[in-house]
């Protein structure tokens, strides 16, 4: 499972940054209808592949016993993929702005999407390598057995 997750992670992460890749080519079009056309793949590759990959490296990273903190590490990039949407949504309602009719309050508000987005691909990367770290190590012994076995072990007293 730890290899698994290590594979995961890798996905997350190439997803993450594949994001940043989209954005820069959503920007730089020439036509508002090419514009629209390069957004697809921003937003179907932040709201499925890196959602729901980061969804499935917290569920095995539960699995494989990796802790606590890498478990929440990825439910929190889960969670985060929801705050980019929700940005969206709740700034639209609170400054009225819609893709059609900007506000300047709207773009005020939108403007923490690449921010909460470089903190995602941050995660991503801490992730990546505590699933790296967790695949090369060898598992710890639960603490059942490795008190069995220091009973068994001569001693020097």
Known sequence: MR???????????LSALAQLFFAGYFHFQNTIEAQRDAGVYHSVNGQYVLRYSALLAAIVAAIAKVGSRTIWLAAGIFLLTWLQLIIFIVGGMLTGSSPEFITPAGSWVVAIHPLVGAMMIFMSYWLFKRAQAAALNPQPLPPKAAASDASTSPSTA
């Not at 290899?3 to 992460?13: M, P, T």
Request: no cysteine; charged share 10%.
């Open 3 to 13: 290899k698994a997750l290590l594979v995961l992670s890798a996905i997350v992460l």
